[in-house]
């Protein structure tokens, strides 16, 4: 993949506000990132400290959380492989 540019939480935001207009209704919207360690904690530490949740160092055995941006709620995984 190409290297990232920008805020990921402003990237988030335009893609839960693109789901939000699909032209049918549904209860819940979940989307599901499956990454590296690396980036699982990198994303975890940046998004953590960013919004106003209470920040909760990760432990080892942590291996995925969730940002709930408007209605959808993405879940960030950390691969095994």
Do not use: C, H, W
Request: proline content about 1%.
């Amino acid at each position: 993949m190409e290297e990232n540019k920008g805020d990921i939480l402003n990237q988030l935001a335009i893609i839960t506000d693109l789901i939000e207009k699909v032209n049918f209704t549904f209860k819940t919207a979940s989307i599901v990132f499956e990454v590296n360690k690396k980036e699982f904690n990198n994303t975890y530490n940046y998004t953590s400290r960013k919004t106003e949740d209470e920040f909760r160092p990760l432990k080892d055995d942590d291996k995925n959380f969730s940002i709930n941006i408007s209605d959808v709620q993405i879940i960030i995984n950390k691969s095994n492989v």
